[in-house]
């Protein structure tokens, strides 16, 4: 398959990019921070078959850039992970009262609009006569009004917004999957002071989801394919 993957730079994204080029997809591995070392060791894990490009969810020149370089490169895209996210310093202590407005802002610029902002980009290089296409948002089981979760108010915030993007593209959109997944509270940089699953389980159920068809009925899922409330 033809894949590409914003926010490649570390944890989940970049080990699910490692993933799929080992299972041997030709891979795009969209970087935010970006230079020509890292393309020349992305791309020499599987010369011919790797991609790296530069890629911002407050850019949408980057996004649509690099679909169109990879469509160029490889031909169709199959699966697209819009993985690019964003938890600020001051979520991490501060209540709703006191969320610095500037970090509200940057997170729902990448978490939640930049997934719309992904869709735009690459949807016209989607592969949509076999319905075969899926565009997957990695999002948060804490962007639910199901659940009340004191924690990262401002984050929770723009992961409700990007689920219900995701909600709009996936009853309007009817060529290609929607899903938004919730990865699971994984060790990483990102999710280590809350972590309930290593990194790996993560993955492992990933790269089910982006390689089958999901079994599940609904478009919020858990890394495992199981629906989750809204």
């Given amino acids: 398959m033809n894949i590409l993957i914003v926010g490649s730079g570390r944890g989940i994204g970049k080990t699910l990019a490692e993933r799929c080029i080992q299972r041997g997809h030709r891979v795009g591995v969209g970087l935010l921070?970006?230079?020509?070392?890292?393309?020349?060791?992305?791309?020499?894990?599987?010369?011919?078959?790797?991609?790296?490009?530069?890629?911002?969810?407050?850019?949408?020149?980057?996004?649509?850039?690099?679909?169109?370089?990879?469509?160029?490169?490889?031909?169709?895209?199959?699966?697209?992970?819009?993985?690019?996210?964003?938890?600020?310093?001051?979520?991490?202590?501060?209540?709703?009262?006191?969320?610095?407005?500037?970090?509200?802002?940057?997170?729902?610029?990448?978490?939640?609009?930049?997934?719309?902002?992904?869709?735009q980009s690459v949807y016209p290089y989607m592969s949509r006569h076999d319905g075969k296409g899926k565009f997957i948002a990695v999002t948060a089981g804490g962007g639910?009004?199901?659940?009340?979760?004191?924690?990262?108010?401002?984050?929770?915030?723009?992961?409700?917004?990007?689920?219900?993007i995701v909600h709009v593209l996936k009853n309007q959109v009817k060529d290609v999957e929607v899903l938004a997944v919730h990865p699971g509270r994984v060790n990483t940089d990102m999710g280590r002071t809350t972590y309930q699953i290593e990194l790996d389980e993560s993955i492992d159920g990933l790269q089910q989801i982006v390689e089958n068809p999901v079994c599940s009925k609904g478009w919020f899922i858990d890394y495992k394919g199981e629906s989750l409330p809204i």
């Avoid at 979520?91 to 978490?111: F, W």
């Avoid at 199901?146 to 929770?156: L, M, N, Q, R």
């Fill in 33 to 119: 921070h970006f230079d020509e070392e890292k393309r020349q060791t992305w791309e020499s894990k599987s010369p011919g078959n790797v991609l790296a490009l530069h890629t911002d969810g407050r850019n949408q020149e980057t996004l649509r850039q690099a679909a169109k370089v990879i469509s160029e490169r490889f031909g169709e895209i199959n699966v697209v992970i819009y993985n690019a996210g964003v938890l600020c310093d001051g979520d991490r202590v501060n209540s709703i009262v006191h969320t610095d407005l500037d970090e509200l802002h940057i997170m729902l610029e990448v978490n939640a609009v930049g997934i719309l902002s992904c869709f």
């Fill in 144 to 164: 639910t009004f199901y659940k009340e979760d004191p924690i990262f108010p401002a984050y929770t915030i723009s992961k409700t917004a990007a689920n219900k």
